[in-house]
């Protein structure tokens, strides 16, 4: 209430009288709630903006100095992995899988080789949200690849 009114005092000159008094403040009024919310929604943690991600299932893949405690297999040949038909259904089948943002960040960034940047400005969120979007899907795809292709004999 008081940028709303602190805003029609510095703008007072630009009152022209063409509406009530009340209008126009109840207009600068609405337009500082709906800046609040956008900088509230903006400046959210990004844990609780992502629905669904919950890091706790990633968090027994690492000891408590952040390495692996059973390091990952290699993938044999992923290149001619990559060519195979039964390769790319099993990556789209776990992109199915991921909140709809989280894929579609981690297609923007890989697929389409966007930067971060252009990320951000796309769908509206912080270069760190977008980071911690990305390392979730990455996280997410490698072990849905390792149960649902890789682990295949």
């Known amino acids: 209430m008081q940028d709303a009114l602190l805003a029609a005092l510095s703008a007072e000159s630009s009152f022209a009288g063409r509406s009530n008094l009340r209008t126009w403040l109840t207009g600068i009024l609405k337009h500082k709630i709906v800046d609040t919310i956008r900088r509230q ?3 959210r943690p ?4 992502e629905s669904g991600g919950d890091d706790g299932d990633f968090d027994a893949l690492f ?9 990952p297999d290699a993938w044999q040949q992923p290149e001619g992995s990559l060519q195979q038909k039964q390769f790319l259904a099993a990556l789209e089948a776990c992109l ?14 890989e ?3 966007l930067e971060t940047s252009e990320i951000c400005k796309e769908l509206g ?5 977008c980071w ?3 390392h979730r899907a990455r ?4 072990l849905c690849l390792e149960e649902n292709w890789f682990g295949k004999t």
């Open 96 to 109: 199915r899988d991921l909140p709809e943002r989280t894929a579609r960040v981690f297609m923007m960034r």
């Open 111 to 113: 697929h389409l080789g």
């Open 46 to 49: 990004a844990a609780e903006q």
């Open 132 to 134: 911690v979007m990305l």
């Open 41 to 43: 929604v903006r400046d």
């Open 63 to 71: 000891d408590q100095r952040g390495h692996w405690e059973e390091a």
């Open 139 to 142: 996280m997410a795809l490698r």
């Open 125 to 129: 969120v912080t270069a760190t949200h």
